[in-house]
């Protein structure tokens, strides 16, 4: 009861006064829309290492493709290798978008119609420039086989991922996304612990503070009433920045469930985290300069607007901490791929992880009095 | 069982004692005052007591509870009225009540119709729709007494419940007080500047300067220790040797302090003495520039236990970096 009544006044604060809500709303937008606009999208010189272990006729006929790629759109650029592993390895550590390999043994089952197989392998953190990779070498694929045989050839199969998902993704919505991420973090800024600084700043907090709550009726309190809101944001601005760039594609169902399950996961977790951060302020100065800052430490390195693997180490390394890389991973897999949990998992995992740690903390560290 | 007990309770603020080793009782069903100068520590010693800041040492118990080690239990028995109004102003006044009453998880009707019952008491019940942001100073305090006493606390804090109202919203305030404790036989521990207020209103006053308590007791014991039960001041145009003692000198008088052209007489049975004054004083050839005569009150208690000056206060840091905002009464 104690904890409903913090979330019923913080609601009804909230729709009193809707001009935080509408600025949460606005800015992701606005952002999309000046973003996709100014920055163009077409990504050039993706490395791309091909390892060749057929060395038969159509292993050179792919290779011709694959130039005929590097020299025409320039997407991406050509390394070659002759040890798979490695090759692997690298695209692992983001030193290549991707690796192609064509096994051995692949001319062979092209011209016995045995269901050939090519490799793609893609650094799965870095999603824009593995879909770009991606879409340019399926697109060469068929050529491969309408040109030179005439049985048909399941070298579909070969691509890692499913056809439908080489559907081309233009900037403006890869960026859909990372806006909707955005949004979660302006709506977990200006919302949940804002809501205690404002009362500490008006000194409010005194009359609560002499009351029976405890620390978890309030952060929790807080929390669920900024969760509502941050979620409801949100879904508003994917809804609408999908509309706007006309992904309008049918996901599913269940892919919509997933998508609204993941940003409940990362309300929970930024604000989790801005209690931390923000605990004590107690002027809401200190919240828009904080809030500044945060959203440029922590959007832009998330993969959001430019692919993870052409960052500096460094910032990779914070990539890999970064909760809003992993939300924008995620939702970018369910929003492009289609509801594979696999694609997901560990994305989920981190997430959960880092959201029981933030909230955790928040509630043993939040100070109870003056 | 006292109501509320310290013993050597200190609060130190950097190198600013804020209380040092206050000790003292309330009992049960009284009302208890504490007086003292601007940074005297009243406002922090009421937020030891209602379990919201830590003290630097000592022990206090309210209601029976220890506050260090059971402040939940001691929060469920207090009512509080702070110093700075603390009602939500973007809710309205029943909205403030009602959310209150679910802190203390007090049953839903029960709450609703005691949130009327406090509403028409302290006569808000026409404004109860409207946002707090909206009333006046004095309309927000009564709120925030109703709000105070919605769960029945056993004991009510009152922080200068009656500061910046008009004489009017200051005599509501103190009638629906003394209302309410005759009521629910409350205990209540308030502070005030007003003098009067505390004089009329409360059992014991304790006076407390520098964080110390300096004075305790009833207000008329209090002003026992003051002599004379009047006091006369008189302007003259001038001072000459020897008329502090001559006037001591009247049967009656007990105490004489002159201050540059003011004398300030102490005295027993002021009207009956006056013209023994005034022949005294011609002896000296001195004329009476003006003359005032009161009876003794507990502001010449206090005045005399805290003296004249402005005490001399350790301020609060405040950030230069960020910018106070608001100036905070703490
Ligand atoms: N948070 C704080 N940090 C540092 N010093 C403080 C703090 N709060 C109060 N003080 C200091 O402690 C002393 C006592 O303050 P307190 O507010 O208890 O006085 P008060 O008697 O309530 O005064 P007033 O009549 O003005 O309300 C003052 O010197 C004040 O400056
Ligand atoms: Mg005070």
Redesign the interface.
């Given at each position: 009861?104690?904890t409903?009544?913090i979330i019923?006044?913080d609601l009804?604060?909230f729709f009193?006064?809707p001009l935080i809500i509408i600025v949460s709303i606005l800015m992701p937008m606005i952002y999309l829309i000046v973003v996709g606009n100014t920055v163009q999208g077409e990504l050039k010189n993706l490395p791309v290492v091909l390892v060749d272990m057929d060395r038969g006729p159509y292993a050179t006929r792919v290779i011709e493709l694959v130039r005929a790629i590097e020299a025409g759109p320039k997407t991406i650029r050509v390394f070659y290798m002759s040890n798979p592993e490695r090759a692997i390895e690298d695209v692992k550590q983001g030193k290549y978008a991707g690796a192609l390999i064509i096994p051995e043994g692949f001319s062979r089952d092209v011209i016995r119609s045995q269901g050939a197989e090519l490799g793609l392998f893609m650094d799965n953190i870095d999603i824009i420039s593995a879909n770009a990779v991606h879409a340019s070498v399926l697109a060469a694929v068929p050529f491969l086989t309408k040109e030179h045989i005439s049985v048909r050839v399941d070298t579909t199969r070969p691509i890692l991922k499913s056809v439908e998902l080489s559907r081309k993704i233009d900037y403006d919505q890869s960026l859909v996304p990372g806006v909707v991420v955005m949004a979660v973090f302006m709506g977990a800024l200006s919302t949940g612990v804002f809501n205690l600084i404002m009362d500490r700043?008006?000194?409010?907090h005194?009359?609560?503070?002499?009351?029976?709550?405890?620390k978890m009726d309030i952060v929790l309190g807080l929390i669920v009433s900024g969760l509502i809101l941050t979620t409801g944001i949100a879904v508003i601005v994917f809804a609408a920045s999908s509309m706007l760039t006309g992904i309008f594609m049918f996901l599913g169902l269940s892919t919509y469930i997933m998508i609204i399950a993941l940003i409940i996961l990362t309300s929970l977790g930024l604000l989790g985290l801005m209690f931390i951060l923000l605990g004590r302020a107690d002027?809401p100065?200190?919240v828009g300069v904080f809030g500044g800052f945060l959203n440029v430490i922590l959007f832009f390195p998330s993969g959001a607007i430019y692919p993870v693997a052409s960052f500096p180490g460094w910032l990779q390394v914070f990539a890999k901490v970064n909760p809003e890389a992993y939300a924008v991973h995620a939702l970018r897999s369910l929003m492009f791929r289609g509801g594979d949990i696999a694609a997901i998992r560990s994305d989920l995992i981190f997430l959960a992880l880092f959201t029981t740690a933030v909230l955790t903390i928040a509630i043993v560290t939040f100070k109870r009095?003056? | 069982m006292p109501s509320v007990e310290t013993g050597n309770l200190t609060k130190i603020y950097g190198k600013n004692r804020a209380l040092d080793n206050v000790s003292f009782q309330v009992e049960d069903g009284e009302i208890f005052g504490l007086l003292g100068p601007n940074g005297a520590g009243k406002t922090t010693l009421i937020r030891i007591l209602t379990t919201i800041l830590l003290p630097t040492s000592g022990s206090a118990r309210v209601a029976g509870y220890d506050v260090l080690s059971h402040p939940s239990r001691v929060r469920r028995l207090i009512g509080v009225v702070s110093q700075a109004m603390t009602s939500d102003l973007d809710l309205t006044a029943r909205e403030n009540l009602n959310v209150y009453g679910q802190f203390f998880e007090i049953p839903k009707r029960e709450r609703l119709e005691k949130v009327e019952y406090l509403l028409d008491i302290v006569g808000l019940l026409e404004h109860g729709n409207e946002l707090v942001a909206s009333y006046s100073g004095g309309m927000r305090r009564r709120l925030e007494i109703a709000r105070g006493l919605i769960h029945k606390p056993r004991i009510l804090f009152l922080d200068e419940p009656t500061i910046g109202l008009d004489p009017q919203s200051r005599l509501v305030v103190w009638d629906l007080i003394r209302r309410f404790i005759k009521e629910d036989n409350i205990t209540l521990f308030l502070t005030t500047h007003y003098m009067e207020e505390a004089e009329t209103i409360c059992n014991r006053i304790a006076i407390i300067d520098s964080g110390k308590i300096v004075a305790l007791d009833s207000p008329e014991r209090l002003k026992q220790e003051i002599p004379g039960s009047d006091v006369i001041e008189l302007r003259l145009s001038g001072i000459t040797n020897g008329i502090a003692d001559s006037l001591l000198a009247i049967p009656g008088v007990r105490e004489v302090a002159l201050n540059g052209l003011i004398a300030k007489i102490n005295l027993d049975n002021g009207a009956h003495l006056l013209p023994a004054i005034i022949d005294e004083l011609r002896k000296y050839d001195v004329a009476i520039e003006d003359i005032s005569m009161r009876q003794l009150t507990l502001e010449d208690v206090f005045i005399r236990y805290t003296g004249k000056s402005i005490r001399d206060e350790e301020i609060k840091k405040v950030s230069y970096f960020i910018g106070a905002g608001v100036p905070r009464r703490m």
């Open positions: 009861m104690r409903i009544a019923k006044r009804k604060k009193r006064n700043f008006l000194g409010i005194e009359s609560y503070l002499v009351t029976p709550l405890n002027h100065r200190i009095r003056l | -």
